[in-house]
T-cell receptor, first 117, second 118 residues
């Protein structure tokens, strides 16, 4: 079965420091990986995705993620955190490359990021 | 990016009544839309996959007669919570993918609907 794990319920970071939000996955076949951010009472906003190619993926708002096949990880990173980055972050995996052939998203449990001034 | 509009943003209804939530793709065609349910501080649980012009595919454990899904056009899917009860109170979110290509693209999410059943 496909699954995603975010081992930390909460991550606390001081503003200006680098941040990492961890994600590991389990899929059969090639993984198609995504990061989304959710602000309170809002839907999800897309940050970045890994389909194929370079292991380091750059996304919106200065975020990036590194795909590591041997460790089955896709950690989200940012060199310098902002207070406005405080939100709920979700890692997701899709078991199929084709959206119309079962390409639904399976989400991790979410990680609450808190950036303090 | 593409825009998905969900309406209403919040709704309060009496127990036993039905509530309809709309999900629209504003600037692209979405042959497939997804409906999720989210409990406080928890992840998104996929309820069903809505396919334009055909029946929705429900995830295991989701009551089809309770959560009616209609995908009548390439830009609109609706979720109707029938005979709502307080335990149906939750945050419901829809998402859609651009249907112009078959390869995987990121899903775009609506802003969510906070349903409270009293």
């Amino acid at each position: 079965a496909q699954s995603v794990a975010q081992p930390e319920d909460q991550v606390n970071v001081a503003e200006g420091n680098p941040l990492t939000v961890k994600c590991t996955y389990s899929v059969s076949g090639n993984p198609y990986l995504f990061w989304y951010v959710q602000y309170p009472n809002r839907g999800l906003q897309f940050l970045l995705k890994y389909i194929t190619g370079d292991n380091l993926v750059k996304g919106s708002y200065g975020f990036e993620a590194e795909f590591n096949k041997s460790q089955t990880s896709f950690h989200l990173k940012k060199p310098s955190a902002l207070v406005s980055d405080s939100a709920l972050y979700f890692c997701a995996v899709s078991p199929s490359p084709f959206y119309n052939q079962g390409g639904k998203l399976i989400f991790g449990q979410g990680t609450e990021l808190s950036v303090k001034p | 990016g593409a825009v998905v509009s969900q309406h209403p943003s919040w709704v309060i209804c009496k127990s036993g009544t039905s509530v309809k939530i709309e999900c629209r793709s504003l600037d692209f065609q979405a042959t497939t839309m997804f409906w999720y349910r989210q409990f406080p501080k928890q992840s998104l649980m996929l309820m069903a996959t809505s396919n334009e012009g055909s029946k929705a595919t429900y995830e295991q454990g989701v009551e089809k007669d309770k959560f009616l899904i209609n995908h009548a056009s390439l830009t609109l899917s609706t979720l109707t919570v029938t005979s709502a009860h307080p335990e149906d109170s939750s945050f419901y979110i829809c998402s859609a993918r651009d249907g112009t290509g078959s390869y995987l693209s990121e899903a775009f999410f609506g802003q969510g609907t906070r349903l409270t059943v009293v």
